[in-house]
T-cell receptor, first 113, second 113 residues
Framework: ETGVTQTPRHLVMGMTNKKSLKCEQH?????MYWYKQSAKKPLELMFV???????ENNSVPSRFSPECPNSSHLFLHLHTLQPEDSALYLC????????????FGPGTRLLVL | SQKIEQNSEALNIQEGKTATLTCNYT??????LQWYRQDPGRGPVFLLL?????KEKRKERLKVTFDTTLKQSLFHITASQPADSATYLC????????????FGTGTRLKVLA
């Protein structure tokens, strides 16, 4: 175990649903990340939070809304998604945004119907 | 355009042999480069980091080289074992205020018993 947990592990949702992905890290880190991993594509960085403040938003559509209530928790709120949003969503944390090693959670496998 | 290329085809090797994976990049000037391992249904796990001023790094049976002139990193697993079978990702760290990690698509390695 890497010390980063994600729930749920699997999620199926319709295009009109609203759901949230949750990430929790038990490592005392200050930076947290959301990545999207689609089949045969590289990991795409979506959002970066440092000390609960969003420091990077990689042109992600507004149907994805991140929330970082404290340095241990990170959420990704989903609404009116498209089928092409189906992917593995990975959360990661690091000591700081200048630290080299990222610790990844197991991911949430999302299917949008 | 900027891109990272890893062997897109799966790599099959016999147990005991040395596996060599490549990571080529263009139009980046990374501060350092990382290699991760990813098993099916799991998030990536950090293996090794090599900085731009380092030529080689070793950790147990793993060795990474970094040639900033060729813009290439090689990842070697010596005395490979079936348990080494996984997808291996390279990631460049580039600076844009904070560190930003750019991932390759990964190479799937299968070690045959």
């Amino acid at each position: 175990e890497t010390g980063v947990t994600q729930t749920p592990r699997h999620l199926v949702m319709g295009m009109t649903n609203k759901k949230s992905l949750k990430c929790e890290q038990h490592l005392g880190h200050n930076a947290m990340y959301w990545y999207k991993q689609s089949a045969k594509k590289p990991l795409e960085l979506m959002f970066v939070y440092s000390l609960e403040e969003r420091v990077e938003n990689n042109s992600v559509p507004s149907r994805f809304s991140p929330e970082c209530p404290n340095s241990s928790h990170l959420f990704l709120h989903l609404h009116t998604l498209q089928p092409e949003d189906s992917a593995l969503y990975l959360c990661a944390s690091s000591q700081g945004t200048a630290q080299e090693t990222q610790y990844f959670g197991p991911g949430t496998r999302l299917l949008v119907l | 355009s900027q891109k990272i290329e890893q062997n897109s085809e799966a790599l099959n090797i016999q147990e005991g042999k040395t596996a060599t994976l490549t990571c080529n990049y263009t139009n980046y000037s990374p501060a350092y480069l990382q290699w991760y391992r990813q098993d099916p249904g799991r998030g990536p796990v950090f293996l090794l980091l090599i900085r731009e001023n380092e030529k080689e790094k070793r950790k147990e049976r793993l060795k990474v080289t970094f040639d900033t002139t060729l813009k290439q990193s090689l990842f070697h697993i010596t005395a490979s074992q079936p348990a080494d079978s996984a997808t291996y990702l390279c990631a460049l760290a580039v600076t844009s205020g904070t560190y930003k990690y750019i991932f390759g698509t990964g190479t799937r390695l299968k070690v045959l018993a």
